[in-house]
C-alpha cells in the first residue's frame, strides 16, 4: 500500500486530495482512520507487519471481495437446490 502525497500543496491538490481517500464515504471511512492512526502510532514500515488485521478490514471493505464470494456460494447452492416448480414453456416457434 503506497500512500501518495503531493510534492507540493496548492488549492487544486486542496481540492483533489480526498478522492484518494475513503474519507468521503460512509461504509470504509471508520476501516481507514483506524488502519492510519496505528500506521501513525507504529510508523509505516513496522506497522506494515503490526497493522496487518486493520488493513485486511479496510481491504475487505473497499473490495468487497469476500462478501461477493459469500453471495455467489449461496446462489450457487440455490441453484442446485431448485427444483423445477412449473414445466417450461412452449417453444417460440410452437404457436
Same mark, same amino acid.
Given at each position: 500500500?503506497?500512500?501518495l502525497s503531493p510534492f507540493f500543496?496548492?488549492?487544486i491538490t486542496d481540492l483533489t486530495g480526498p478522492i484518494m481517500s475513503a474519507q468521503t464515504g460512509v461504509r470504509c471511512a471508520d476501516f481507514e482512520m483506524k488502519l492510519m492512526n496505528c500506521y501513525e502510532a507504529y510508523g509505516y514500515p513496522k506497522g506494515m507487519e503490526l497493522c496487518q488485521a486493520y488493513y485486511d478490514d479496510f481491504k475487505e471493505c473497499c473490495t468487497r471481495?469476500? $462478501?461477493m464470494s459469500r453471495v455467489q456460494a449461496? $446462489?450457487?447452492e440455490r441453484e442446485r437446490q431448485a427444483k423445477p416448480e412449473y414445466?417450461?414453456?412452449p417453444a417460440?416457434?410452437?404457436f
Open positions: 500500500m503506497s500512500f500543496r496548492n488549492p471481495d469476500k $462478501q449461496i $446462489q450457487n414445466e417450461k414453456p417460440m416457434h410452437a
